[in-house]
């Protein structure tokens, strides 16, 4: 055997800087489906520690645990979750205003348009349900209910959900399932990355300690700083702030409120929003806001004054820039997570690009080949994916009616890149609201936002006119009627988490 062949024969040496979630996501996932392919290695350092935010998730976070097969009672007690619906928005379109961007759907399959369209219709002919009785899931988060459909509980409809979690205790879970699985955790502080003089691979990362530890492929999930991809390799990083001004954030854990709500809360203030996360043993709260509009002491007085409980810690301060590294894979090295880019907290999307990235690596997988055309690929798709989800968190600061401080003026006024105006001109003028390609946020989510921040629709199909008037209605309420039933069978969430999966 040739000393290529033979060097081919053995695994792949994976290198993962960085054991936040990112890193840990990654060595769990890789370790479970590459197992003897890779020889898996991650460095993390304890005197540097992990950004400690990243507590609510999108329903997507599902599939991670099933393919990792994780036990989901085991799961949620381990890492002290709480059952997710959706969001809840207050304060958004003007003060005093309430709306829940629910998981799921939005009404019943009817036809081959979608069934807004008829309740368009409904609404236009005097009809007076509103948006909220057509998602179960919205019911059931302000009737404060959780519980898993089954025929057995007669929950027949279908109750998309999410977790939240401590983001600690996901890390430390993730690090147990993978060490588990052979994968090696080296304690220490990189200071510096060795490449290869001709391509620029990475083929080595040096500790503080002196010494070096070797790689065929490199994962960065090193956060903010982006030491490989950014500070190594040079990805310049797309800055998107004049879209999404948001560039600091204070957080505080407090005490529980008791009430342990399935739903995450993000409360407009005056330059930004504040998120309420209710966990098992504690509450997460955070202020996001925009260091232009205010100082970071108005900021942790407006997060002091608003959040539930008595304090746990002292208020954390973050610092941020909205946008994306230009390309996420460059030579032998793929950034996930904080590294990547950041897209900030509001719709809980972070940990899901980890995910996407975690499975387009796994799908475009190199081994030892150099890959133009997959890092092509990957890293068009990664600008698609994160372009459709910016795009969405900017719909919710720009279509508002909020005008009472400089910043929000500012969002309302700003101008929004061509592909959100695309999407807001079609819903104004035809009610038609557009999925491209494979963007994560769908119909439903489009319209509860575009509804809930005071859209409105110009038009309904005219597909819908075929149906009688009467059937409309009793199609309407039938869906209405059945939410309602289908609600008042569920548990309560705090009976269901205390039954099923306490800590
Ligand atoms: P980090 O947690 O920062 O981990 C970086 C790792 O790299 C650490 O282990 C560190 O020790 C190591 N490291 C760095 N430099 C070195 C070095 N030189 N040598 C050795 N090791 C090194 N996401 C969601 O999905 N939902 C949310 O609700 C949510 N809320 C958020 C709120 C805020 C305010 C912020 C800022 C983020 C939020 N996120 C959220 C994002 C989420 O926190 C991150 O996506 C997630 O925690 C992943 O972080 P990371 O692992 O990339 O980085």
Redesign the pocket.
């Known amino acids: 055997m040739t000393e290529t062949q033979q060097r081919d024969a053995e695994p792949v040496r994976l290198v993962i800087?960085?054991?936040?979630?990112?890193?840990w996501m990654a060595a769990a996932a890789l370790s479970q489906y590459f197992s003897n392919a890779l020889n898996i290695t991650l460095?993390?350092?304890?005197a540097?520690?992990?950004?400690?935010?990243?507590?609510?998730?999108i329903p997507q976070i599902r599939l991670f645990n099933t393919g990792l097969g994780i036990d989901e009672a085991e799961f949620v007690r381990a890492t002290a979750g709480t059952f997710k619906l959706g969001i809840e928005f207050v304060d958004w379109h003007r003060k005093g205003s309430s709306y829940i961007h629910g998981f799921g759907d939005v009404g019943a399959k009817v036809g081959l348009v979608p069934f807004y369209h008829y309740w368009l219709r409904y609404r236009a002919e005097g009809g007076n349900r509103d948006i909220d009785q057509l998602s179960l899931n919205v019911l059931a988060a302000r009737a404060r209910r959780f519980g898993r459909s089954g025929r057995q509980a007669g929950i027949v409809r279908s109750l998309p959900y999410a977790y939240h979690f401590d983001?600690l205790h996901y890390a430390a879970y993730l690090r147990r399932y993978a060490e588990q699985r052979g994968v090696m955790r080296r304690e220490?502080?990189?200071?510096a990355a060795e490449q290869d003089t001709e391509s620029g691979d990475i083929t080595a990362l040096s500790l503080e300690s002196g010494e070096t530890i070797a790689g065929d492929f490199f994962i960065d999930?090193?956060?903010?700083?982006g030491?490989l991809i950014g500070e190594t390799l040079g990805s310049d990083y797309q800055d998107w702030s004049h879209w999404l001004p948001c560039d600091r954030?204070v957080?505080m854990p407090t005490t529980g409120d008791g009430r342990l709500e399935p739903f995450t809360r993000s409360t407009a203030r005056g330059a930004g929003w504040q998120?309420h996360?209710p966990l098992q043993h504690r509450t997460g709260n955070?202020h996001?806001y925009c260091s232009a509009y205010m100082d970071s002491d108005a900021a942790t007085q407006i997060l002091l004054d608003n959040a539930p409980g008595d304090r746990l810690a002292e208020p954390r301060h973050?610092r941020?820039t909205t946008g994306k590294r230009r390309e996420v894979w460059k030579n032998n090295c793929v950034a996930?997570?904080?590294?990547s880019g950041?897209l900030e907290?509001l719709e809980?999307?972070?940990?899901?690009l980890?995910q996407t990235g975690l499975a387009r690596l796994m799908a475009l997988f190199p081994g030892r080949q150099r890959a133009p055309h997959l890092i092509a690929e990957y890293n068009a798709q990664a600008d698609e994916e994160y372009a459709a989800i910016r795009d969405f968190l900017i719909l919710h600061y720009h279509a508002t009616e909020r005008d009472d401080t400089e910043f929000w003026r500012y969002c309302r006024t700003m101008a929004v890149p061509d592909s959100l105006q695309h999407k807001l001109d079609m819903f104004r003028s035809s009610g038609q609201i557009i999925r491209q390609h494979q963007e994560l946020f769908d119909v439903t989510s489009w319209l509860q936002v575009m509804w809930g921040q005071g859209e409105r629709a110009g038009a309904y199909h005219p597909m819908v006119d075929a149906v009688p008037a009467e059937e409309l209605q009793s199609v309407v309420s039938k869906v209405a009627q059945d939410n309602v039933q289908q609600c008042n069978r569920l548990p309560v969430h705090a009976n269901y988490i205390a039954e099923n999966c306490a800590v």
């Open positions: 800087m960085g054991g936040g979630t990112a890193g460095i993390e350092s304890e540097i520690g992990t950004v400690g935010v990243g507590e609510a998730t983001a220490g502080r990189v200071v999930c090193s956060g903010f700083r030491f954030a957080a998120w996360i955070g996001v973050l941020f996930l997570g904080l590294s950041f907290p809980s999307t972070s940990i899901h980890i």
